[in-house]
Nanobody
């Protein structure tokens, strides 16, 4: 069973940057699509970005397009989310998840293994 583990969250001022990492333990993630989701207090979990198993295809929510970049290093069994030009509305718990379908789905139901999340707080 692949268990994603997120890291890299923290407190940053608006306009700043953070890079989240998602390391997988147990098995390789190299044949799986991977995604990042986030959940703000009182809101539903929402799609942020996803990447295909090869890394050749990515998908982004409109709210982060042009500011966030998802990437992966299959040799290190790790997925990254580079977040630039952060805004207070990006404040949320960020989750990494694995999709057995290999693609870049935005559908939360396409993901079957989730990490515990890492808090990102952006101050105004």
């Amino acid at each position: 069973q692949v268990q994603p583990v997120e890291s890299g969250g923290g407190l940053v001022q608006a306009g700043g940057s953070l890079r989240l990492s998602c390391a997988a333990s147990g098995r390789t993630i190299s044949t799986y699509g991977m995604g990042w989701f986030r959940q703000a207090p009182g809101k539903e979990r929402e799609f942020v970005a996803s990447i295909s198993w090869t890394g050749g295809t990515t998908n982004y929510a409109d709210s982060v397009k042009g500011r966030f970049t998802i990437s992966r290093d299959n040799a290190k069994n790790t997925v990254y989310l580079q977040m630039n030009s952060l805004k207070p509305e990006d404040t949320a718990v960020y989750y990494c998840a694995r999709s057995p379908y290999g693609g870049t789905s935005i559908d939360i139901k396409a993901y079957d293994s989730w990490g515990q999340g890492t808090q990102v707080t952006v101050s105004a």
